[in-house]
């Protein structure tokens, strides 16, 4: 039997046989007598009494956490009215009885502070303990914080960071931030900034920082938008990357469309750095390169294969993972670094009977989430859609059908780059013994990289030249061409509206438009088809039968991805704000916490660590225009002037007249794209003799015919009248030569 120690009197120092902070210690210390009794709850340091975790091993994040009713706070077993004990007051000397009415220490942070160990959350540096708080309920361990001027109400739903006069991030959208701790400081953050794809369909661009290191995710480029006239392709504005190009260690390609490709010759041409993507996205990077004049000094292209791995300086390593989408050599990425794993699916979808390449690899998917994932960036394209999508293999099934049965000649609208389906259009040409002619610059270009890649299987006499159909009966031939999308200058398009040199539209002829009209795109896609009815076609799209199936995955395919990987943190990607929105949906319906759940826009800077996640600032990310050889010189006044144009057209004035100011001739008067025949020569003559009469007024009142001008009275004056005459507004341009 252990005997019984002796009470310590105030000021008495322990004996030197008992060291100071050992398990039997606090017995020496003449505890209050409400605190004695609890003396037995005490647990030690880091248990399961002190913080929950998974089965795994791994802290508990947002997911399937404990939703207490809001407002409840935690349960403490302190008593009130002690006042609670220092830590420093162990290693100095016996705590002293305290009087009745002051606050007792807290049996968890009491243990804690007897240890050394310093109590997480800290309310001075608004710190929250380490996990995510449960949903209506306070923050987990440490002290109870007041939470109440950052946090929203746990309905509160995310949403994207709203500009501010002051150019500050709002206090709301805070409401995830969490100060790193002194460790976390020292490690360093991991920012992730995205440049475009958010908010928005195509020019998707995303760059990752830790440290010295930089590393960007795809480059695309944009459709310009019916407000953007003679606006040749939108795309990112690379400023922050072109100011630390020296810490950019490379640029990893998810796949090869445009809309992930279509931007890196204008940023090679300032930046030098390696280019990493799969092999057909490096024939046509390299193609595009040479065509833009960037050239291939100093970058290095390497052809990456499923589950390759390449370094990003010091703290990047980055995984190639097989998926299935429209285009051959798709990959998401795996990145690790200091702080955790950072999963990119790109575009992809769930295909389990591909047309080539093998299922999507969900088993590496599902290990990276039994080892932990610190952050998934998912796309968002069809996540409104329900379901999972068709396979590309359906689509093939229908070309056949209809090859089969079409009188005359086949015309097949598609992406350029869906690799899969040209090769399911030569395959069902061969089975009902038709030849196959291509048409369009970009398809020639993504036929002939496919091709030498071995990715198209056919007979050497199937493909030929576009200059030769007239050599073959109609029903012998399938004319596979490119402008899905009704681009101004593509095949179809010239074609429709009979403009295309060599192919006609004729009675009798099939034409499938096998793609899905891109968000936006819909109406010059229906004058096109429009266009082809007339003409007497023929024409098979989406809406009425199975000609298309899409590349990205519906919303079943990205629960089974946010299944697989469990991320602690989640930010959607790829979509317009109501695809996000929808896609942070689904991972709060799926049990993750909104405080994990970031919609972000382009520019913003994301930072997280294994302890914490917030909106830290932003950069500018406006969209850079490209026209002709102009890159980002096209102002909103030019715009609007091309705006002007296109809706009510021009009219220029020129007056001729001596030094004293008096008219020579009488002024003349021309409209363009502005009046009709019918109405032409009455308002001509009647706007030319309201001049006069303005000019000569003006002259009376020994105001000069270049003062007027100067101060915009004439042209006021004038669109006035035509607007008064026609109920429209023409752009005035006014000319003055004297003699």
Same mark, same amino acid.
């Given at each position: 039997?252990?005997?019984?120690?002796?009470?310590l009197?105030?000021?008495?120092?322990?004996?030197?046989?008992?060291?100071?902070?050992?398990?039997?210690?606090?017995?020496?210390?003449?505890?209050?007598?409400?605190?004695?009794?609890?003396?037995?709850?005490?647990?030690?340091?880091?248990?399961?009494?002190?913080?929950?975790?998974?089965?795994?091993?791994?802290?508990?994040?947002?997911?399937?956490?404990?939703?207490?009713?809001?407002?409840?706070?935690?349960?403490?077993?302190k008593?009130?009215?002690?006042? &609670? =004990?220092?830590? /420093?007051?162990?290693?100095?000397? %016996? +705590?002293?009885?305290k @009087?009745? $009415?002051?606050k !007792? #220490? *807290?049996?968890?942070?009491?243990?804690?502070?007897?240890?050394?160990?310093? &109590? =997480?959350?800290? /309310?001075?540096?608004?710190?929250? %303990? +380490?996990?995510?708080? @449960?949903? $209506?309920?306070? !923050? #987990? *361990?440490?002290?109870?914080?007041?939470?109440?001027?950052?946090?929203?109400? &746990?309905e509160?739903?995310?949403?994207?960071?709203?500009?501010?006069?002051?150019?500050?991030?709002?206090?709301?959208?805070?409401?995830?931030?969490?100060?790193?701790?002194?460790?976390?400081?020292?490690?360093?953050?991991?920012?992730?900034?995205?440049?475009?794809?958010?908010?928005?369909?195509?020019?998707?661009?995303?760059?990752?920082?830790?440290?010295?290191?930089?590393?960007?995710?795809?480059?695309?480029?944009?459709?310009?938008?019916?407000?953007?006239?003679?606006?040749?392709?939108v795309?990112?504005?690379?400023?922050?990357?072109?100011?630390?190009?020296?810490?950019?260690?490379?640029?990893?390609?998810?796949?090869?469309?445009?809309?992930?490709?279509?931007?890196?010759?204008?940023?090679?041409?300032?930046?030098?750095?390696?280019?990493?993507?799969?092999?057909?996205?490096?024939?046509?990077i390299?193609?595009?390169?040479?065509?833009?004049?960037?050239?291939?000094?100093?970058?290095?292209?390497?052809?990456?294969?499923?589950?390759?791995?390449?370094?990003?300086?010091?703290?990047?390593?980055?995984?190639?993972?097989?998926?299935?989408?429209?285009?051959?050599?798709?990959?998401?990425?795996?990145?690790?670094?200091?702080?955790?794993?950072?999963?990119?699916?790109g575009?992809?979808?769930?295909?389990?009977?591909?047309?080539?390449?093998?299922?999507?690899?969900?088993?590496?998917?599902?290990?990276?989430?039994?080892?932990?994932?610190?952050?998934?960036?998912?796309?968002?394209?069809?996540?409104?859609?329900?379901?999972?999508?068709?396979?590309?293999?359906?689509?093939?099934?229908?070309?056949?059908?209809?090859?089969?049965?079409?009188?005359?000649?086949?015309?097949?609208?598609?992406?350029?780059?869906?690799v899969?389906?040209?090769?399911?259009?030569?395959?069902?040409?061969?089975?009902?013994?038709?030849?196959?002619?291509?048409?369009?610059?970009?398809?020639?270009t993504?036929?002939?990289?496919?091709?030498?890649?071995?990715?198209?299987?056919?007979?050497?006499?199937?493909?030929?030249?576009i200059?030769?159909?007239?050599?073959?009966?109609?029903?012998?031939?399938?004319i596979?061409?490119?402008?899905?999308?009704?681009?101004?200058?593509?095949?179809?398009?010239?074609?429709?509206?009979?403009?295309?040199?060599?192919?006609?539209?004729?009675?009798?002829?099939?034409?499938?438009?096998?793609?899905?009209?891109?968000?936006?795109?819909?109406?010059?896609?229906?004058?096109?088809?429009?266009?082809?009815?007339?003409r007497?076609?023929?024409?098979?799209?989406?809406?009425?039968?199975?000609?298309?199936?899409?590349?990205?995955?519906?919303?079943?395919?990205?629960?089974?991805?946010?299944?697989?990987?469990?991320?602690?943190?989640?930010?959607?990607?790829?979509?317009?704000?109501?695809?996000?929105?929808?896609?942070?949906?689904?991972?709060?319906?799926?049990?993750?916490?909104?405080?994990?759940?970031?919609?972000?826009?382009?520019?913003?800077?994301?930072?997280?660590?294994?302890?914490?996640?917030?909106?830290?600032?932003?950069?500018?990310?406006?969209?850079?225009?490209?026209?002709?050889?102009?890159?980002?010189?096209?102002?909103?006044?030019?715009?609007?002037?091309?705006?002007?144009?296109?809706?009510?057209?021009?009219?220029?004035?020129?007056?001729?007249?001596?030094?004293?100011?008096?008219?020579?001739?009488?002024?003349?008067?021309?409209?363009?794209?502005?009046?009709?025949e019918?109405?032409?020569?009455?308002?001509?003559?009647?706007?030319?003799?309201?001049?006069?009469?303005?000019?000569?007024?003006?002259?009376?009142?020994?105001?000069?015919?270049?003062?007027?001008?100067?101060?915009?009275?004439?042209?006021?004056?004038?669109?006035?009248?035509?607007?008064?005459?026609?109920?429209?507004?023409?752009?005035?341009?006014?000319?003055?030569t004297?003699?």
């Amino acid at each position: 039997m252990t005997p019984k120690k002796k009470d310590l009197t105030p000021g008495e120092k322990p004996k030197s046989d008992m060291a100071v902070g050992s398990p039997d210690y606090k017995n020496t210390v003449k505890l209050p007598s409400r605190m004695k009794a609890d003396t037995k709850t005490l647990a030690p340091a880091g248990t399961a009494a002190e913080a929950k975790q998974a089965p795994d091993g791994r802290a508990h994040s947002g997911r399937n956490q404990e939703n207490k009713p809001r407002g409840e706070k935690p349960q403490s077993s302190k008593p009130q009215g002690d006042k &609670p =004990q220092s830590s /420093k007051q162990h290693t100095a000397k %016996p +705590q002293e009885e305290k @009087p009745q $009415g002051s606050k !007792p #220490q *807290g049996e968890k942070q009491r243990t804690a502070k007897s240890q050394g160990i310093k &109590p =997480q959350g800290d /309310k001075s540096l608004g710190i929250k %303990p +380490q996990g995510s708080r @449960p949903q $209506g309920g306070r !923050p #987990q *361990g440490g002290r109870s914080l007041d939470y109440t001027p950052r946090t929203p109400a &746990p309905e509160m739903m995310p949403v994207a960071v709203t500009r501010q006069d002051d150019d500050k991030i709002p206090d709301f959208y805070l409401r995830a931030s969490v100060k790193p701790k002194n460790k976390e400081k020292k490690k360093g953050a991991l920012r992730v900034i995205p440049l475009g794809g958010l908010c928005e369909i195509g020019k998707n661009m995303t760059l990752l920082e830790f440290g010295n290191d930089i590393i960007i995710i795809d480059c695309g480029m944009a459709f310009p938008e019916e407000t953007m006239p003679g606006i040749d392709a939108v795309i990112q504005d690379y400023t922050y990357v072109l100011q630390n190009k020296d810490r950019v260690r490379g640029i990893f390609i998810t796949h090869g469309h445009e809309d992930h490709i279509g931007a890196l010759p204008y940023l090679m041409k300032d930046l030098k750095c390696p280019i990493y993507a799969g092999r057909l996205a490096i024939e046509l990077i390299r193609g595009k390169l040479a065509e833009k004049g960037a050239g291939l000094r100093g970058v290095q292209l390497q052809a990456a294969l499923p589950g390759d791995t390449f370094k990003g300086g010091n703290s990047f390593s980055v995984e190639f993972i097989h998926v299935n989408h429209s285009i051959a050599d798709a990959f998401a990425l795996a990145i690790k670094t200091p702080v955790g794993v950072v999963i990119h699916t790109g575009d992809f979808k769930v295909d389990y009977t591909p047309i080539d390449g093998g299922p999507i690899d969900l088993q590496r998917f599902s290990q990276y989430g039994k080892d932990g994932v610190l952050l998934l960036l998912d796309e968002s394209t069809n996540i409104e859609i329900p379901g999972m999508s068709p396979s590309e293999r359906s689509v093939g099934e229908s070309f056949q059908r209809i090859i089969q049965n079409a009188p005359g000649r086949v015309i097949v609208a598609t992406f350029s780059s869906h690799v899969h389906r040209m090769q399911q259009i030569f395959t069902a040409a061969e089975k009902y013994g038709r030849k196959v002619a291509l048409v369009g610059r970009s398809m020639l270009t993504v036929f002939a990289a496919a091709n030498s890649l071995g990715y198209i299987e056919m007979k050497p006499d199937t493909l030929i030249d576009i200059n030769d159909i007239d050599r073959y009966q109609p029903e012998q031939l399938v004319i596979l061409t490119t402008g899905s999308q009704a681009e101004p200058m593509s095949a179809l398009t010239r074609m429709a509206f009979a403009s295309h040199k060599i192919v006609e539209i004729t009675q009798g002829d099939t034409v499938i438009v096998s793609a899905h009209p891109i968000p936006g795109n819909e109406k010059p896609i229906y004058k096109v088809i429009n266009e082809l009815f007339r003409r007497g076609a023929k024409v098979i799209y989406e809406d009425l039968a199975d000609v298309h199936v899409s590349g990205h995955a519906f919303r079943g395919e990205h629960m089974l991805i946010h299944e697989l990987v469990k991320p602690k943190y989640f930010i959607p990607v790829h979509g317009e704000y109501r695809m996000l929105f929808k896609h942070a949906q689904l991972a709060r319906d799926l049990g993750m916490s909104w405080n994990s759940i970031f919609i972000l826009n382009n520019g913003d800077i994301f930072e997280c660590t294994e302890e914490m996640a917030r909106i830290s600032g932003y950069i500018n990310a406006a969209p850079v225009l490209i026209d002709g050889s102009g890159i980002g010189d096209i102002d909103n006044r030019v715009l609007r002037d091309r705006k002007l144009l296109s809706d009510d057209g021009v009219v220029a004035i020129s007056l001729v007249l001596d030094k004293k100011g008096k008219f020579l001739t009488s002024p003349s008067v021309q409209a363009v794209g502005f009046l009709y025949e019918s109405e032409s020569a009455q308002v001509i003559r009647e706007c030319s003799d309201k001049i006069t009469s303005f000019v000569n007024k003006c002259a009376g009142q020994n105001r000069s015919v270049s003062s007027i001008i100067e101060s915009g009275q004439l042209r006021d004056y004038v669109k006035s009248f035509l607007f008064e005459k026609t109920r429209r507004r023409p752009m005035i341009l006014i000319s003055v030569t004297i003699l």
